[in-house]
Structure formats: structure tokens, C-alpha cells
């Protein structure tokens, strides 16, 4: 969404999303070291809707609102949002790349043909039987945090989680509840979990921060605008 509002300046620019809307299900945690960075993105009524909590390591947000405000930018800028979307094929023209997708809907597909094709598959959550986009070409770019690995995360009562290891990254959010991730699913709340996923995400802890997403965006975005 960052790179997608970065570009949409200079570009046309569309973004085809697996699954039913932007930000479900949520896969990065919902911590932000410098909350003013999104103040360039969305308005402050948006960030006061986000209900930012004041915690150790900066600031807890719902990420999936994050995305989604993010979106709405997005759109007010005229870039186009494919959900429920996968690219079927992929080919390399002269002048850059020919995309075919497939939507939710019995005529909801079509081919455009683009300059740059900006490869980020690996924050896509794909549940067990799931169809992968067909991405069988040298993208112009993938964005780099560095390698991922599995990982746990879910939403708990806050009043359960008196007893998590030291082990476990928790970020308390401002309606009594904690977002909990772990590497194996080790811990459990004792009233169960409100909600939970099984994702893939950047081994290194400050590369799974909201804050790195916004610079890695903005990274991606300048180097397609000085090629361009």
C-alpha cells in the first residue's frame, strides 16, 4: 500500500490481492516505533480511529485497520485494487511485462500489460489448498526484509497473559486484549484464543514492524521512480 501510494503519481498502478479484502486476515504485528510516519499516509482522524497505545517499544495498532486506511488512500488516488484476485500468467514483453488475472466473479478476469512488476508474495497469507498467483518471470523488484520463517500469532485477553515466557513477543492493545507471537504455538491462553493465524514472517524482530514496511514501501517506490 505504501509503494502503491509512492507510485501513483507517476504511475498506473494495480495491485492484485489474494484474499476477500485488504488487511484480513491480519499477518504482521501491529507495532509502530514512530506513529508520525503514518501521518503521511492517512489523516488524523484515521490514526485517532486506530486508538494508538503507548507501549514499550513505541506503539500498538490493530495492523488490518492500518491496511486498510492505507487502502482507502490508496484508491483516493486512483490506484486500482484487484481483491479476490490471483495473477494466472505471467510474460515478459519488450517493453516490460504482460500480466492475465482470474477474479471471484465468472467474468471478473483480464490481461494488462505493464512496465514493472513489484513481486511481494512473501507477506501473502495462503491457507492449506489455496491458489498461489503464477508469478513465472524475473519480477523488476522484490522487496527485501530479509529471510522469513513460520510463525504463531493470535489475540488474547490481556488478563490471560500474566504468564507468557519471555520467549514470546506480546504488544498490549488499548482494549484489553494482547497481540501474542511465537515461533511454535507453545503457549495458549486460558480462555482460548479471540483469534489466531499460522503465517510466515521476517526472522529479524525489527523487520516485522509496521515502521519497516512504511520504509521498505517507500525504498521500492523511489527505486521504480528513478528507473522510470
Request: aromatic share 8%; glycine share 6%.
Amino acid at each position: 500500500m505504501i509503494s502503491a501510494i509512492e507510485l501513483s503519481n507517476h504511475f498506473e498502478v494495480y495491485v492484485f490481492e489474494l484474499n476477500a479484502e485488504i488487511g484480513l486476515p491480519s499477518i504482521s504485528p501491529g507495532i509502530i516505533s514512530n506513529l508520525q510516519q503514518l501521518a503521511h499516509y492517512i489523516t488524523e482522524e484515521q490514526i485517532n480511529f486506530l486508538q494508538p497505545k503507548e507501549i514499550e517499544d513505541g506503539y500498538s495498532v490493530r495492523s488490518e485497520w492500518v491496511l486498510k486506511h492505507l487502502a482507502v488512500t490508496a484508491a483516493e488516488k486512483n490506484v486500482q485494487i484487484f481483491t479476490r484476485t490471483r495473477i494466472s500468467e505471467s510474460f515478459l514483453t519488450r517493453n516490460g511485462f504482460s500480466i492475465e488475472y482470474t477474479g471471484a466473479g465468472p467474468n471478473s478476469m483480464g490481461q494488462i500489460e505493464c512496465n514493472f512488476l513489484v513481486d511481494d508474495r512473501q507477506w501473502t497469507y495462503s491457507p492449506p489448498g489455496a491458489k498461489h498467483h503464477n508469478i513465472n518471470v524475473e519480477p523488476s523488484l522484490q522487496p527485501n526484509f530479509g529471510s522469513f520463517h513460520p510463525m504463531h500469532g493470535g489475540t488474547a485477553l490481556t488478563s490471560d497473559c500474566t504468564d507468557i515466557p519471555t520467549t514470546i513477543t506480546t504488544y498490549n492493545r488499548h482494549e484489553g486484549l494482547t497481540e501474542v507471537w511465537q515461533r511454535s504455538p507453545e503457549w495458549i491462553p486460558k480462555h482460548g484464543w479471540i483469534e489466531s493465524i499460522s503465517c510466515q514472517l521476517p526472522r529479524l524482530k525489527k523487520n516485522r514492524t509496521i515502521d519497516a514496511q512504511i520504509q521498505t514501501g517507500r525504498l521500492t517506490a523511489n527505486h521504480l521512480n528513478e528507473v522510470n
